[in-house]
């Protein structure tokens, strides 16, 4: 019997392009996001994005239990295209993974850290750890390649 292995190319594609949840967030331009954003969180972390997706962890129960008893959700954001970031921690055009799901209302992700406001259509699905851990050697591989350049 041939044993099976799933690859991260094969992580990747369906955590990129299996079937998800369709969400909306504001649909807002980016400046008047920007402009609303600096109003509402002036004293808070916050990071404008597009083409997100809302990655539900699929974590073993005793690390979902140290989450849940953080009060936080498994529940972590990614976007390849980061619009604006208020401290400057990413630049336009960044990809970003927020931590762990604070809170999340209509177009507000908030992590411990930031909160994010989600711009446009997005999606929300299940992941495994291996595949978040192929996402981000994805990202970091086609950043090594960018500075070749």
Avoid: N
């Avoid at 079937?19 to 109003?39: N, V």
């Avoid at 446009?120 to 350049?149: C, E, M, W």
Wanted: hydrophobic content about 45%; aromatic content about 10%.
């Amino acid at each position: 019997m041939k044993t099976m292995s799933v690859t991260d190319t094969d992580l990747l594609g369906d955590l990129l392009f299996g079937a998800a949840h369709t969400l909306w967030g504001s649909r807002l331009t980016d400046d008047d996001l920007i402009r609303l954003a600096r109003i509402t969180f002036k004293e808070q972390h916050f990071c404008i994005v597009r083409h997100w997706m809302m990655l539900d962890m699929m974590l073993p129960e005793t690390v979902e239990r140290e989450v849940k008893a953080q009060g936080l959700t498994a529940t972590i954001l990614y976007s390849p295209l980061t619009v604006f970031d208020s401290e400057g921690t990413h630049r336009p055009g960044e990809t970003v993974f927020s931590a762990y799901l604070l809170d999340f209302d209509g177009c507000i992700f908030e992590s411990q850290d930031t909160v994010y406001v989600l711009a446009g259509r997005g999606f929300r699905k299940f992941a495994s750890v291996p595949a978040l851990q192929a996402l981000r050697a994805y990202k970091d591989a086609a950043i090594g390649s960018q500075s070749l350049f």
